[in-house]
């Protein structure tokens, strides 16, 4: 079987993942064609429709040579295209497990996916349909089996009549996300507000909430919860001290549960390894604590592990599962391989995008030359936008399509913050030499895809004042010497100069809008963004005029 096809997403953040002969080909979200962020602005015409079509693009091949078809069982839509070929349905939850175990360097693995509301799973009390929320199980070689272990149904919520989901540990975070003010999919921004407070207001938030050995976490979502955040907010005169420590509390709430549930999951499989998926799992505090405290030896997050990632989990959960395919490899190296998934743009593409703006362009075809080029600029202050190789899959960026800088002032954040018209309380992240990572950091294993946090050591804050958080912690990506892209070389060229090998990470994106995917895209975003030169492949662009 050489090519599979996956399809994924739920009413948001649809994807495609195309493998061949088990590996990943191309994948990439609908958001970064269509530019409508998580792509739930077009979900009702055709979902996964721009991504398939830009998987086959990039490997010259139509629908009729794909063969095999999975798709995750609950995607919203009208235009259901895949109803008219072949195709398997796989279960939400199953998919968030399959692409964290499939992508993972382990032949075995515990396996654990907590979300806000994965797939329906039967019905509940007065006929009302129950959904997954937590899900525990093992892989093993080519096999995968998981159980639900706590549901929820999907109800309408009284305080902003839209739907959310009972039992259900994300939709508990999400809650608390829209009542201090930080929005839809600002779960990100409750975990960095949460070090600016303290859990003052756990216990209060533990009355609406139980979980146990037994009860891994209920929640109802009519209990009061809602209001008793409003009202405390409103009679604290909408008070940021307070948000912060809602945040901290219900960050606190979230890390005891899931501890309890990784610690109980350890003892009923005694395995040494855990993968992990769901969007709870892109809370990086939470992950390190996993690490740390839950008994396993290592632990693994898969880069998308929001259903953006449930594109992925069908296409291989399809071809290791179903169809019985074993791996050769199982390596990290491998892993690292699903994180930066999407089409390379040639030179000629580039230098057509760049005859439609007012820039100037340079082409520098020796690599030194760049690189050295490169670390001057950062070392005399300047944010530089990197455009190479293919782009990342997931919310993060990882270096293919960053903003970066030097962390050597505080006063950097605030003005990448500035940059991207971000709230000035959210940290960036660093990347560093994966060998010299716990030179700089307390941290205990690679972490190639942002998603875990680590402190930065005492004696290097404030050299590094620009990376760290206002509790000293930093959200850091490490870079492996087997990594190719220019991320490395700049790394080693600071520390040649002597300076730490640590840069500042953020994506490159307009605010509101994805990640920016072609040349196109990255030139208009980067005339419209004050940064001071952007590097595309070879090419050094900078700005001339100004954008239409």
């Known amino acids: 079987m050489k090519w599979v096809l996956g399809l994924g997403g739920s009413n948001h ?3 495609a993942t195309l493998l061949r002969n088990g590996h990943p080909h191309t994948i990439i979200e609908d958001e970064r064609i ?12 055709s979902p996964c429709l721009p991504s398939v079509e830009y998987c086959l693009r990039n490997a010259n091949i139509s629908l009729s040579d794909i063969d095999a078809v999975f798709v995750s069982n609950d995607i919203e839509g009208h235009n259901r295209f895949w109803e008219k070929v072949p195709h398997q349905l796989v279960s939400h939850h199953v998919c968030h497990a399959a692409a964290a175990y499939y992508s993972s360097p382990f032949e075995r693995a515990a396996t654990l996916v907590i979300d806000g509301k994965g797939g329906p799973i039967g019905s509940g009390k007065n006929g009302k349909r129950n959904f997954e929320t937590i899900s525990t199980g093992l892989g093993i070689d080519t096999n995968l089996e998981l159980e639900t272990i706590q549901s929820g149904e999907h109800l309408i919520s009284t305080s902003t009549w839209k739907y959310i989901s009972s039992n259900s540990i994300g939709w508990f975070y999400s809650i608390v996300t829209e009542c201090i003010g930080m929005g839809p999919e600002g779960e990100g921004k409750t975990m960095a507000l949460a070090a600016f407070g303290k859990p003052t207001f756990k216990n209060e ?8 050995t037994e009860r891994p976490f209920e929640m109802d979502p009519y209990g009061g919860l809602w209001t008793f955040i409003f009202e405390l907010i409103t009679k604290n005169e909408n008070s940021f001290s307070v948000k912060a420590d809602l945040a901290a509390s219900a ?3 979230i890390e005891d549960a899931i501890l309890l549930i990784t610690k109980t999951l350890k003892k009923k499989t005694k395995e040494r390894y855990l993968v992990y998926g769901g969007g709870v799992a892109l809370n990086g505090v939470v992950n390190t604590r996993i690490r740390e405290e839950s008994g396993f030896d290592d632990l693994f997050v898969f880069p998308a592990s929001g259903d953006n990632g449930l594109s992925s989990g069908a296409a291989l959960y399809g071809y290791h599962h179903v169809n019985g395919h074993k791996l050769n490899e199982r390596s990290l190296a491998r892993s690292i391989s699903f994180a930066q998934p999407g089409k390379v743009y040639s030179n000629k593409e580039i230098e057509k995008a ?8 340079e082409d520098i075809d020796n690599q030194s030359d760049i690189i050295e080029r490169i670390v001057m600029q950062l070392m005399g202050g300047s944010v530089l936008a990197l455009y190479q190789g293919g782009s990342e899959f997931g919310p993060r960026a990882l270096g293919n399509r960053s903003l970066i ?9 605030r003005r990448m913050n500035k940059i991207k018209r971000r709230e000035t309380f959210r940290p ?6 994966e060998e010299k990572a716990e030179h700089y950091f307390e941290i205990s294993a690679p972490s190639p895809f942002m998603l875990e946090i680590a402190p930065i050591r005492k004696e290097f804050r404030t050299q590094l004042s620009g990376a760290a958080h206002v509790d000293g912690s930093a959200r850091v990506q490490t870079i492996a010497p087997y990594q190719k892209g220019l991320i490395r070389p700049i790394l080693l060229e600071l520390e040649k100069r002597g300076l730490p090998p640590v840069i500042l990470n953020t994506s490159f994106n307009l605010k509101g809008r994805p990640i920016v995917e072609t040349p196109y895209d990255a030139i208009k975003a980067f005339l419209h963004l004050d940064v001071d030169a952007l590097i595309m492949e070879s090419f050094w662009v900078e700005k001339h005029g100004s954008s239409d």
């Not at 938030?205 to 146990?212: A, E, H, Q, R, W």
């Not at 760049?354 to 362009?361: C, G, K, W």
């Not at 800088?405 to 954040?413: E, G, K, R, V």
């Open 13 to 15: 953040d649809f994807s």
């Open 34 to 45: 269509s530019g409508h962020r998580y792509g739930d602005r077009h979900w009702a015409s």
């Open 205 to 212: 938030l533990l009355d609406f909430v139980k979980f146990d």
């Open 251 to 253: 960050q606190a709430i």
């Open 354 to 361: 760049a005859r439609e703006f007012s820039v100037s362009t």
């Open 405 to 413: 800088a030097l962390p050597s002032t505080s006063n950097i954040q």
């Open 428 to 433: 960036f992240a660093p990347i560093v030499l």
